[in-house]
């Protein structure tokens, strides 16, 4: 069952496995002592990872955008 966190209305986490829920709540209890699981039928979002390298950019020491690259 997935679960998200409340602090009475007020929804403080995205959809999450019951297990991650417990973890968090520990940590939030003490920002939000009435914090409270909930359980819901939504499914859990993966993460949306980028898996692009970077391009290197040479550093030609120009300051102040007088030159272009």
């Given at each position: 069952?997935?679960?998200?966190?409340?602090?009475?209305?007020?929804?403080?986490s995205?959809?999450?496995?019951?297990?991650?829920?417990?973890?968090?709540?520990?940590?939030?209890?003490?920002?939000?002592?009435?914090?409270?699981?909930?359980?819901?039928?939504?499914?859990?979002?993966?993460?949306?990872?980028?898996?692009?390298?970077?391009?290197?950019?040479?550093?030609?020491?120009?300051?102040?955008?007088?030159?272009?690259?």
């Amino acid at each position: 069952m997935n679960a998200i966190i409340k602090n009475r209305d007020l929804v403080l986490s995205k959809v999450m496995t019951m297990q991650e829920a417990e973890e968090t709540l520990k940590k939030l209890k003490v920002i939000y002592p009435n914090a409270r699981i909930v359980e819901t039928d939504e499914p859990v979002k993966k993460k949306v990872e980028i898996d692009v390298v970077p391009e290197e950019v040479e550093d030609v020491g120009c300051v102040g955008g007088g030159c272009s690259l």
